[in-house]
């Protein structure tokens, strides 16, 4: 079992442009969340996808977007970009039908670079 | 409002003496408390929940309803036991659930 995968490892983007990172879920898992993790900074929770429907958001802006597919995998899209939005993105899965009294599995994380 | 607050950015002990990691929060109903840990050059990953009542790598948190906490312990401290550590809380009423996460604590087991 791979774990959570999520890929690009790196990413640097210029202000204004958009970026897709991508992510796939631990085997047997439903459901996955999105996380923004800045320098020194806790996660902060962008949004959550179950039956590839948005469940949850945080208090990020509309240009943050996501989708979850069929096969459990998601996308997180940015537009707009700003040099603020440059973080570690984290993807985490777990098996919790929507909820968040499970454990979560995290990735690696993407880091985006905004210039 | 809900928060969690981790009031230690960093902690520095050394091998075989006590570690505390602080952890209080702000919940107006019953929470569920989690401890996540990231070693260095690895993922962030699941240390212990408070509803298991187990011990992991050494590692006890008991949640005190009366003061509002949640605080991770080890008797005594390994130096594997260098990394970040996170308190969260996980929220799951009605339509605003979410999961809220502390700043983290930075602890450093010296030899």
């Known amino acids: 079992d791979a774990g959570v995968t999520q890929s690009p490892t790196h990413l640097i983007k210029t202000r204004g442009q958009q970026v897709t990172l991508r992510c796939s879920p631990k085997s047997g898992h439903d459901t996955v969340s999105w996380y923004q993790q800045a320098l020194g900074q806790g996660p902060q929770f962008i949004f959550q996808?179950?039956?590839?429907?948005?469940?949850q958001r945080g208090n990020f802006p509309d240009r943050f977007s996501g989708h979850q597919f069929p096969n459990y995998s998601s996308e997180l899209n940015v537009n707009a970009l700003l040099l603020g939005d440059s973080a570690l993105y984290l993807c985490?899965?777990?098996?919790?039908?929507?909820?968040?009294?499970?454990?979560?599995?995290f990735g690696n994380g993407t880091r985006l670079t905004v210039t | 409002a809900q928060r969690v607050t981790q009031p230690e950015k960093l902690l520095s002990v050394f091998k075989g003496a006590p570690v505390e990691l602080k952890c209080n929060y702000s919940y107006s109903g019953s929470p569920e408390l989690f401890w996540y840990v990231q070693y260095s050059r690895q993922r962030l990953q699941l240390l212990l929940r408070h509803i298991s009542r187990e011990s992991i790598k050494g590692f006890t948190a008991d949640l005190n309803k009366g003061e509002t906490s949640f605080h991770l312990k080890k008797p005594f401290a390994q130096e594997e036991d260098s990394a970040m550590y996170y308190c969260?809380?996980?929220?799951?009423?009605?339509?605003?659930?979410?999961?809220?996460w502390g700043l983290g604590t930075s602890l450093a087991v010296n030899p």
């Open positions: 985490a899965s777990s098996s919790t039908g929507g909820l968040f009294n499970s454990p979560l599995h």
């Open positions: 969260a809380l996980s929220s799951n009423a009605g339509n605003n659930r979410k999961l809220i």
């Open positions: 996808y179950y039956e590839e429907e948005e469940r």
